[in-house]
């Protein structure tokens, strides 16, 4: 097997394994660094001496033969002598329950639910969800989110100590939790997905790495929670909108807004396997916000030209979701469907109103919006001076670059 293929495999298992370990042994913070290990000890071994025959077991004894380890050296090292007597360490427990493949599923939910726990903050949340459901390296989380890879192990140590301390059982939350931290489980693929798609700083506009992964990890909640409209919704927004993504940079990385893409170049199997989840998903109820979110994205993916866009669907699917959502980002994008479907001064007088709101009155987003629609409405010197302005108020230089070429365009 290739490394390419073994990557994949162990990428598969790392959660599964994880939660096995766990479940069987406890010891959550020091179960991950042994799970780790043994994915490095594959990684290395399995390319050159072939795949074993139950990898997920080879992965599970070699995790608990290191877990041992671990807990002895710190046991040692804290001289606990007391605790050392009364612990049992897995060598000494019964052959491993964690090597049973009838709770993978289960075991992978409950991680995502733990990872996800309202104790921890939403950058541990988001840290440690990428280590021990995604298996990515510590460094390439570090890479991903532009921080220092020490601050990045700092970050996902305090959250696995979080959870260490908390008490936290492995199992899944009780009924009346299991909404909320479902919720939160969506929150935090939906906030990896988003920073994939469109980088908030830095010099690349998109981590496509980041993206695909927020969707295979949706992918795996899909498959454990079929029935769950949101979860499916969740899953049809980021296929519809990823499918944008290869044409939304230009040959220099330039950024190329959705009106002036090459359509052609959408993926279409992204467009149509959401444009199914989402076709199948509404009529089953009261939708959520990741629905109507998904089913926005459709209506622009099936135009077959900006100008074919439905915005005056688009603008009722909007109202909707302003009733469920307090959310100035969405409060943004209505304005932007009010202005393409009513005209750009109904757009700006929206807009006046949301720029009292502070949670989005200095974001470059609101700015960015305010110069088009000044622009679409013919006043040229405006429009050019609020380019600049939203261009000097992102920390994103694709960004930067796209707003400052959009306001030379407009220079008197």
């Keep these: ?27 959550f913070d020091t179960a991950e ?12 071994q399995w390319p050159k001496e072939g795949v074993p025959d139950s990898p997920r077991g080879w992965l599970v004894t070699v995790a608990a033969r290191r877990l041992t380890d671990l807990l002895r050296a710190e046991q040692a090292r804290q001289r606990r002598e007391a605790t050392v007597a009364q612990r049992v360490l897995p060598e000494q427990w019964l052959a491993p329950a964690a090597d049973r493949p009838a709770s993978d599923s289960d075991d992978t939910l409950i991680l995502l639910f733990m990872c996800c726990h309202p104790a921890l903050t939403p950058a541990g949340q988001i840290a440690l969800t ?3 459901v995604g298996g990515l390296t510590t460094a390439e989380i570090a890479r991903a989110f532009l921080v220092p890879e020490g ?30 931290r479902l919720a939160a489980v969506l929150h935090v693929l939906y906030l990896i997905f988003n920073e994939g798609y469109a980088t908030t ?25 079929p029935d769950d409209p949101e979860v499916a919704g969740l899953l049809a927004l980021m296929l519809l909108t990823d499918a944008r993504r290869p044409a939304r940079t230009g040959p220099d990385g330039e950024l190329v807004p959705m009106a002036e893409q090459d359509r052609t170049r959408w993926n279409a199997a992204n467009v149509a396997e959401g444009v199914a989840l989402i076709s199948a998903t509404l009529p089953k109820g009261a939708p959520g916000p990741y629905q109507i979110q998904a089913a926005i994205a459709a209506v622009h993916d099936e135009a077959p030209s900006a100008e074919a866009t439905d915005w005056p669907q688009i603008l009722a699917l909007y109202e909707v979701l302003m009733k469920m959502s307090d ?14 479907a009513r005209g750009a001064p109904a757009g700006l007088d929206l807009l006046e109103r949301l720029a009292a709101d502070e949670r989005i009155a200095r974001d470059h987003r609101l700015h960015a919006v305010r110069a088009h629609l000044l622009e679409m409405a013919g006043e040229r010197a405006a ?11 992102t920390t994103s230089l694709p960004q930067q670059r ?7 365009r407009l220079h008197p």
């Design 151 to 180: 601050t990045m192990t700092r970050r996902i140590s305090r959250a696995k100590q979080s959870i260490q301390q908390s008490g936290i059982p492995f199992g899944m939350p009780r009924p009346e939790d299991r909404t909320d």
């Design 327 to 340: 959310n100035p980002v969405v409060a943004l994008n209505h304005t932007v469907a009010v202005a393409m």
């Design 402 to 408: 796209y707003l400052r070429a959009r306001a030379a």
């Design 383 to 393: 429009a050019h001076a609020t380019y600049e302005l939203a261009a000097g108020r």
């Design 201 to 225: 700083s830095g010099p690349a506009l998109q981590r496509a790495e980041l993206a695909t992964e927020a969707i295979r990890l949706a992918r795996m909640v899909h498959r454990l929670l």
């Design 1 to 27: 097997m290739s490394e390419a293929a073994v990557e994949d495999l162990l990428r598969t298992l790392a959660p599964q394994v994880l939660g096995a370990v766990v479940r069987r042994y406890g010891h």
């Design 33 to 44: 660094d042994a799970v780790q290990e043994a994915l490095l000890a594959a990684a290395l």
């Design 130 to 132: 990428l280590r021990a």
